[in-house]
């Protein structure tokens, strides 16, 4: 009789201690593309016809002309009343201009990038080169893991990094 008390003190302690651990986390299955994004403010937007941009990290050099498609912000639509109440939001153009430019992998090593672009009146408007860092977030929390982004802007000024 006495072992039965003691396995099923064992048993009961048992569940008690997995009850008393933190439970997993859910982290959502996908993957950040490993992309160099340049933004063309709308200021700048006007002026610009064609990117071709480089970059180039860890000794392997990615370039190609941008498919510049135009930028958005999402607006909010509100939310429906009630606690199952759904939400919205709609995307509106802001004048931007937003390219990528594909690299084969993204690690926190520096990026060399190169950017030449032509004006709209089709002159080569001037190249700008800058050497940046992609920056880490962690958009799931840390227990997710974190996502790289190498995000640029290029403007009157120059290109810079977002």
């Not at 008690?16 to 709308?42: D, F, H, K, R």
């Not at 030449?116 to 893991?145: I, M, Q, R, W």
């Not at 974190?146 to 290109?159: N, R, S, Y």
Request: proline share 9%.
């Amino acid at each position: 009789m006495s072992r039965f008390l003691v396995a099923s003190f064992l048993l009961a302690a048992t569940g008690l201690g997995s009850a008393c651990e933190p439970e997993g986390y859910a982290c959502p299955a996908i993957a950040m593309a490993p992309v160099v994004s340049l933004t063309i403010p709308a200021s700048y937007a006007p002026s610009v016809k064609a990117v071709h941009l480089k970059a180039c990290q860890e000794e392997t050099c990615k370039e190609g002309n941008l498919e510049l498609m135009p930028g958005t912000v999402s607006v909010d639509q509100g939310c429906e009343p009630g606690p199952d109440g759904s939400c919205s939001a709609t995307a509106s153009p802001d004048g931007t201009l937003r390219g990528m430019l594909m690299m084969d992998a993204l690690t926190e090593s520096p990026i060399n990038a190169t950017a030449s672009a032509t004006a709209s009146d089709g002159n080569p408007l001037p190249v700008h080169s800058l050497t940046f860092t992609p920056k880490a977030e962690y958009p799931f929390g840390a227990h997710c893991g974190k996502f790289l982004t190498a995000g640029l802007i290029l403007d009157e000024a120059g290109l810079r990094q977002e």
